[in-house]
């Protein structure tokens, strides 16, 4: 029971240390880019969410990230955002978990990672464009003009894609064994 609880509290504490490098990952790395719709910008907080999931499990993984990047949003203008941002941080979560739980949690071949992180990346650009035509929409444009817009404005999700697979196909192996050897 001793131990259940100390790897409880240690998972929390790995969650609360994920969110806050989440976090620091969007305040201190970000680059504002223009757009038709919202305010993009190039970022490294979902190749974090990725890495908090296939480290610390769906559960802790996507609390890190939803944590992480609302307060962000928060703290930075975008309140009106954060439920949106935190929602599509749990649905990148759960692809990359489901991904992850399809190839059993075998990490030991590079492609399966390479695939996580380019599923986590397809599922952003989706919700990115989603949530432009809901937007563009709620700001009563037409459907064709909202399309429109969101799409010319995903270039910047694209870049965060493209920096996602990067990120995660570099950090994923070196973390994780730091992790392995710290846990013990």
Do not use: C, W
Not at 86 to 96: G, S
Not at 113 to 123: K, R, S
């Amino acid at each position: 029971m001793l131990n259940s609880n100390k790897n409880k509290t240690y998972m929390i504490v790995l969650t609360g240390l994920f969110a806050a490098i989440t976090f620091l990952g969007v305040q201190v790395f970000r680059i504002p880019l223009p757009a038709a719709v919202g305010a993009p910008f190039i970022h490294f907080g979902n190749a974090l969410v990725v890495l908090s999931v296939l480290l610390l499990g769906f559960k802790y993984g996507a609390a890190a990230g939803a944590i992480g990047l609302g307060i962000f949003d928060l703290l930075n203008g975008y309140a009106s955002f954060a439920v949106f941002t935190m929602i599509e941080a749990i649905i990148v979560a759960a692809v990359v978990a489901t991904i992850f739980h399809l190839f059993k949690h075998d990490d030991s071949k590079f492609y399966v990672i390479l695939l996580i992180a380019i599923a986590a990346g397809i599922t952003k650009i989706i919700e990115s464009y989603v949530q432009g035509v809901i937007v563009s929409l709620i700001a009563g444009t037409t459907l064709q003009v909202a399309s429109i817009a969101s799409f010319v404005s995903l270039y910047a999700t694209v870049i965060n894609s493209i920096s996602t697979v990067i990120l995660v196909s570099l950090l994923y192996y070196p973390l994780k064994k730091i992790m392995l050897k710290n846990s013990h």
